[in-house]
């Protein structure tokens, strides 16, 4: 079964950064997609960026060029860097791995 953790959410000014990370168990890691999503207050969940088991990286078009996705594959964790971030960008972040979520973590940007 797996299991995913979160952390690193928090509250940020605008421009600022802030790194997610997502640790895996459970399960093989490294032959798998990983992605990160959220959803903020009374909106649907948005996809907002992926890695595949090769490192090849997507994003969302409001997060390219601010946002990157990484993964260790030794450690069986996945990252999301944050950068410049805006008020826009709060949310509730979930990292996921083979039809499995994570519990999520609130990013919130306010000055």
């Known amino acids: 079964q797996v299991r995913l953790v979160e952390s690193g959410g928090g509250l940020v000014q605008p421009g600022g950064s802030l790194r997610l990370s997502c640790a895996a168990s459970?399960?093989?890691?490294?032959?798998?997609?990983l992605a990160w999503y959220r959803q903020a207050p009374g909106k649907q969940r948005e996809w907002v960026a992926t890695?595949?088991?090769?490192?090849?990286?997507n994003y969302a078009d409001s997060t390219k060029g601010r946002f990157t996705i990484s993964r260790d594959n030794a450690k069986k964790a996945f990252y999301l860097q944050m950068n410049a971030l805006k008020p826009e960008d709060t949310a509730v972040y979930s990292c996921y791995m083979q039809h499995s979520w994570g519990q999520g973590t609130q990013v919130t940007v306010t000055s």
């Open positions: 890695i595949s088991s090769g490192g090849n990286t």
């Open positions: 459970g399960t093989a890691f490294d032959i798998y997609a």
